[in-house]
């Protein structure tokens, strides 16, 4: 039996012998996917979990088809212990070692009844063995490639079979398929069955070369193979056909099989005129046919396949798809659902594929493994490119042993045999951040000899490449590393060698994503960087159960609660790395990737213009590298705040690479009010969806709107009561009155004598405890101020009363509290004037101060019935050095309740912040940094005089605020009540006031 299953084993994977005297198993058959020729095994199967290193020998027997398994529990194939309950998850290299015992029963097709059954296993973490009525098939210890096993001698096609599986968290490479995210085990992708004849397709192979982009040859090699000798009074031939996406027979050809031994290589070549090339933004698919038929002509085994022709080089030191530089727009992606664990289904890639094309994405890595199939399928039709990589991540000290050569080309052998065919993948990666050894090289060189017409990389931690750079081989043809400054990136593109992509760049750890618009900048300023991807598409987490003490203890989350007992687990910040939420929610971040990451750009960014006709001329940039824009079209409307002046469409038409001029006729009324206009610019594809926004300020006369100046427009009151005294300043109105007393509080109070506020001075010298600070920059020792709302201890109160107005003069000092000896101190100034305006000035200083100033500045709490923040200035989303690019100028508004509320909002010219009854407090600045937070139910905002980036979790803010470097702090701004009867300034900015209701799409996120 031992000696039969030996043979049994060679015939499915016969040996290659390599120049390294490797012996890599092949594929004996080539896959087979068509749905009409499959029978899947997915279900219901039964299923033991077995907690320990060994299988009690009560289990032993558990491969036999006498065992009762009525006791056993079932499980869903495919899925993940994990998500179905059987086994605690576990991150990163922390998985125990643990059996997963899988019993299904299955009947066999009985028109294979003389053909040749395999049985294929997609993915299966981690290693595993199979067998088939009692009888051992084989075993496999590569998670993420598939495997398939001939398991023919085994079956009844009189009676059910049996198919029992034993898998094991533990195979001799098992840590190569841990990385950073959750390690999750199980049957987690198809198993299916196929069949084929004895005469049989043992590998097809599609390569194009372009002449010219006006001729491209097509080489088919086929590969043919027996199980046993052939008959020979029986002939047969080897047929190739082609066609075009509307079935159009182009090509067909077909040789003589004449074995040799039990197989041969055929190749067929044609030169096919005029070519639709594909590309991600052309993604046209011919359709290759691959027949086996016999001297009747009875075809015994078809294989059809969706090939793209086109041709990837690196000339010169550029990365070339169809002799054309390519612009890479990428993201590192990974398969996980926190529903389905690894289990992904076909709705789910689609969707997300859906979603990156809506954010502008083109470029996919897959990060760190080959992903299911269909996902490559998918990207070769929707126009993705791929860097496809070679399956090994932990396990770094495996590679400075020999031993591991054979199993990490086995795994390269698995990859490129599987995937070659797929025209999205444009280059191959070989594993993620590891050692450059002699064992790697190995491999390096085995994916070069199996597929030379694609590049390879090894992306490496930057530091290492650096240190490494000048020893790589030149098998390797792209420089890939990761988490390096834009400075840093420059350089090595300087040199000239060879191209570059960043194949991690701006990690988006909770929502600090602020790297990417000067790494972007700095990818199109240079020819030979190809490109790059984010790290990552998606956040990593896993849906558990918690309890509401959890819930009301997470001061800080690390995740994502969807309730109070349903959380979205990221293993702390370990997998809040993504650019949309677990569950496919798209972040701030997805936002600001989607405009950086946009393929057409209107390059202006503010036009001066008078009053009457004339013609706005704007530069169109087209940076797709194949396509023109026809078929696109530049939507405009012109408007004077809620006033439309003139709207239009214009068609596009740039060729790929260029810019053009387009043209706006419009006519602008003599009567502008506050002389603020906007230009409002909505670009869609030849479908209607939209691709790119922007707003561009038209300033009248070439003049800025003067928003403060504006404040002389509202009338002074008859009525201007002051009472001054040593402790306070009490100024009062017909429909208001403002208080300031010595202790730093300020109220204020409408016609009602409702405290619209009655707040103290604070200083904003941080921000909220968030993923980013607590995780990241605190192991940096780039400390902020805790708490970060500052208290103010004022040292002098003195009242001036002055024609117009009457003033409060505070000297205070804010005072650091988790240090001694560091504080703020500095001139705040409350002026109010007849006209019902309170105008602030501060001047500030730090005093000994450390650490960084996230953000700083005067801070005032509100009445907790202000619910809504309208605001004129950059939105809706949060604005800090380095995001910015997603933001425009128009009026915005959101809720307090709202998921995107706290924040610092950018340019904001003026703001109202109302009650259900639209009353509440106006806000007038100059292009202000202003901050809202909900903190219990009031609404604070801040005078932001200062604001530092987020950081990433391997880079230093872009604008860091170091507080000892911080010479001064000052702003000037103005507040004033807006009533039932409106504010004459702010509500017609503001009105009609449309109902505003919050986005609550998580109860508790980890925020910034």
Known sequence: MKQYIVQLLLLIFPVLSMAQNLDVPKQSVYQVRDKMEIQTLNGKWKFKYVANKNIPSSLSGFVETNFDDSSWDYITVPSNWETEGFKTPQYGADIVESWGLYRTTFKANPVWKNRHVILRFDGVQFGYEVFVNGHYAGRWGSSFNPCQFDITSFLHFDRPNVLAVKVSTRSKGWRFDLNDCWALAGIFRDVELFSVPNLHLKDVTFVSKLEDNEQASLTFKIDVATFKTLDNSEQYRAQVLFYDKTGRHLFSSSQSIELKGDSQLL???????????????????????????????????????????????????????????????????????????????????????????????????????????????????????????????????????????????????????????????????????????????????????????????????????????????????????????????????????????????????????????????????????????????????????????????????????????????????????????????????????????????????????????????LTVENRFDFISLAGYRCNWQIRNLSRELCNGSVELSAPARQQETISLQCIFPADIENNDCMLYLAVTDNTGAPVYEKSIPLWVDNQRPDYPNLLNRIPEQKRFKVKKSSVALSVQGEDYQFVVDKNGKVTILDVDKRKVMDTYLYLRVGRKQSINIVNFLMRKKAFGWEPYLLTPEVKEFVCVEEKGKVSAKLRCQWSRTDKTGEYIEGDVTLSVTKNGVMTVNYDLVPYHATGILWECGPTFALHPSIETFRWLGNGPYTSTPGKTAYNERDVWALHKDDMHFMGNRGLVDAAVLLDNENTGIGYIGSSSDLAVEKIGEAIYITDNAIVSSYGTKLSQPVVNNKADKVKNIKGKFSLMLVGKEGNMLLTPLFSPYSEVLPNMHFLKSYGH
């Not at 910040?573 to 496919?584: E, M």
């Open 267 to 617: 190749q067929f070549d044609w030169n096919l005129p005029n070519p639709h090339l594909w590309t991600a933004e052309t993604p046209y698919l011919y359709r290759m046919e691959v027949r086996i038929v016999n001297s009747k002509n009875e075809v015994i085994q078809q294989i059809s396949e969706n090939v793209g022709v086109r041709e990837v080089m690196v000339k010169d030191g550029i990365l070339l798809v169809n002799n054309t530089p390519v612009l890479l727009r990428g993201t590192c992606h990974n398969e996980i659902d926190p529903v389905h664990g690894r289990a992904l289904t076909t709705t789910d890639r689609l969707n997300q594929l859906k979603m990156m094309k809506a954010a502008n994405v083109n470029f996919i890595r897959t990060a760190h493994y080959p992903f299911h199939p269909d996902f490559h399928k998918m990207c070769d039709e929707m126009g993705f490119y791929v860097c496809c990589e070679v399956p090994f991540g932990y396990g770094d000290s495996n590679l400075y042993k020999e031993e591991f050569t054979t199993e990490l080309c086995t795994r390269a052998e698995a990859t490129l045999t599987r995937d070659k065919n797929h025209p999205s993948i444009i280059m191959w990666t070989i594993g993620n951040e590891n050692p450059y050894t002699d064992v790697v090289e190995k491999v390096v060189q085995y994916v070069k000899q199996k597929d030379p017409t694609r590049p390879r990389a090894l992306p490496m931690a930057g530091n290492y490449f650096l240190e490494n750079r000048e020893r790589l081989s030149d098998n390797l043809d792209i420089y890939a590393f990761h988490y390096q400054s834009a400075q840093t990136v420059a350089k090595i593109a300087d040199l000239k060698q060879k191209p570059v992509i960043t194949t991690e760049y701006s990690h988006a750890l909770g929502l600090a994503f602020d790297a990417l618009e000067s790494q972007f900048d700095t990818i199109l300023s240079r020819k030979n960087i190809a490109g790059g991807s984010v790290w990552c598409w998606s956040d990593q987490a896993l849906l558990r159960n918690r309890t509401k003490e959890d819930f009301m203890r997470d001061s800080v989350p690390m995740g994502i609660w969807l309730d109070s007992l349903r959380y979205l687990d990221s293993y702390n910040d370990k997998g809040t790395d993504g650019i949309v939420y677990a569950d496919g929610y798209p972040q701030e971040d997805y936002w600001q990737l989607r405009k950086v990451y946009s393929p057409i750009v209107v390059l202006d960014k503010e036009i001066g213009i008078r009053k009457g006709k004339q013609n706005i001329k």
